[in-house]
């Protein structure tokens, strides 16, 4: 009995889940786990795509063995030498030596500072559009640099209309037995771990992510084998407009996200109200998030998702709260852009850190635009902030209509 799913006639997936990693690069939670994936093609050459993580290794290992079922491993495509899937690369080696290995130039000088022992003579190069045979599938390479690492390659099997993603199209999660998107709620239990997966990782390179989509658009995908989360099979058009609206920094939805940060529930309680004042008005898509309990990695995916920012921070050390300033630190990092923002401060004297956000966004952030108004506390809401929170919620209103007209007008 082994963890092997068929993909097609002569396609299986050979990869596996990951439970035991708590931080994806040691940085992002996973609390849904994540799959390390893996094809295995038996045509008149036998070929394998990727690895994994060292840490599923010896599954993998026995995956291959099973579905190889005797036969010699002839090639392995290497798209992405991040380690998580370069990570059994020298125990393929070492158990079918006679394998060559199909990577890009920049993908062998990867393996080789990693330290892999792979040969010149087992070494195959590609680049941009070349092909190759492997029985009755051809295969076609497209570079896509900076998705995520500079060395990626991907790969088109022209004869099925596959798409090998690398990382494209993955997403955090584990897979558990399912494969295919269509074997799992996706937009319920999945997309979100998709844009956290994607936003923070390579959020970063929309412009890159933007030519390969173009790439993508030239051949007739009818399937996508990303590296991370579900194989792709239907409502391939569905998800690729979601890369789209990434990859160009374009709002999802219409609506609003409150990040909030409080030392002891002043602020939070402004941020609230302002909550309560947006539903009042009729604006329920609302979102409220500690930035003190909440991993920034949950911000960012927030803030790509939706189209409205509110910033509400006490003043923390004559500046920015900390856990608010790492934030727009991550805004920055990740290229985030063309996002409306409003700001709600709080001081019990010297209140400053709202013109400091404010120079932050206007100094590092491209097209964010601030609303005027904005709400200053003096340690807590009171009856004077009324008006200004009011005409806050009304402007946040009034903002939204018109982004809808610009976007109507440019639409006929
Ligand atoms: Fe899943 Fe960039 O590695």
């Given at each position: 009995m082994y963890c092997v799913r068929k993909v097609q006639d002569d396609l299986y997936y050979v990869g596996g889940n990951d439970h035991?990693?708590?931080?994806?690069?040691?940085i992002f939670p996973i609390p849904r786990g994540v799959t390390y994936n893996s094809y295995l093609l038996l045509d008149k050459k036998t070929v394998l795509f990727d690895s994994v993580d060292w840490s599923i290794a010896k599954e993998y290992l026995r995956n291959v063995e099973e579905v190889l079922?005797?036969?010699?491993?002839d090639y392995m495509v290497i798209h992405h030498m991040e380690p998580d899937h370069a990570g059994a690369i020298d125990e393929i080696v070492l158990r079918y030596p006679n394998v060559k290995i199909i990577s890009s130039e920049q993908g062998f000088q990867i393996m080789r500072q990693i330290g892999y022992h792979v040969k010149d003579e087992q070494s195959i190069i590609v680049k941009e559009g070349d092909t190759i045979s492997f029985g009755k599938h051809e295969f076609l390479f497209l570079e896509a640099p900076?998705?995520?690492?500079?060395e990626v390659i991907l790969s088109f099997d022209t004869t099925t209309g596959?798409?090998?993603?690398a990382d494209a199209f993955g997403s955090f999660g584990a897979l558990d037995g399912k494969l295919f998107n269509?074997?799992?709620?996706f937009e319920r239990d999945w997309l979100d771990d998709a844009r956290r997966y994607y936003t923070n990782i390579?959020?970063?390179?929309g412009p890159f992510v933007e030519d390969v989509l173009k790439k993508a658009s030239t051949v007739d995908i009818k399937m996508i084998c990303p590296l991370h989360g579900p194989v792709w099979r239907t409502d391939i058009a569905w998800f690729i407009d979601k890369y789209i609206h990434w990859a160009t920094y374009?709002?999802?939805?219409e609506g609003v996200m409150i990040a909030y940060a409080s030392m002891y529930g002043n602020t939070e309680y402004a941020a609230q109200a302002l909550a309560s004042a947006l539903c009042e008005r009729g604006m329920t898509n609302v979102v409220v998030y500690d930035v003190s309990n909440t991993d920034v990695s949950q911000l960012i995916s927030e803030t790509f998702r939706l189209s409205h920012l509110v910033l509400a921070s006490v003043t923390y050390n004559l500046g920015i709260y900390p856990k608010m300033k790492n934030f727009l630190v991550d805004l920055e990092a990740l290229n985030v852009q063309n996002r409306t923002v409003a700001l709600i401060e709080n001081g019990s004297?010297?209140?400053t850190v709202g013109d400091k956000m404010e120079e932050y966004m206007d100094e590092?952030?491209?097209?964010?635009d601030i609303l005027n108004e904005r709400v200053t506390l003096n340690t807590s809401l009171n009856e004077a902030n009324e008006n200004d929170m009011n005409a806050l919620a009304d402007s946040i209103i009034e903002s939204m209509k018109k982004i809808r007209e610009i976007k109507e007008k440019s639409a006929e």
């Open positions: 035991r990693l708590a931080l994806f690069e040691n079922a005797g036969r010699e491993l900076m998705v995520h690492w500079p596959t798409l090998f993603s269509d074997e799992v709620n390579v959020g970063k390179y374009e709002p999802e939805e004297w010297a209140c590092n952030l491209r097209m964010f």
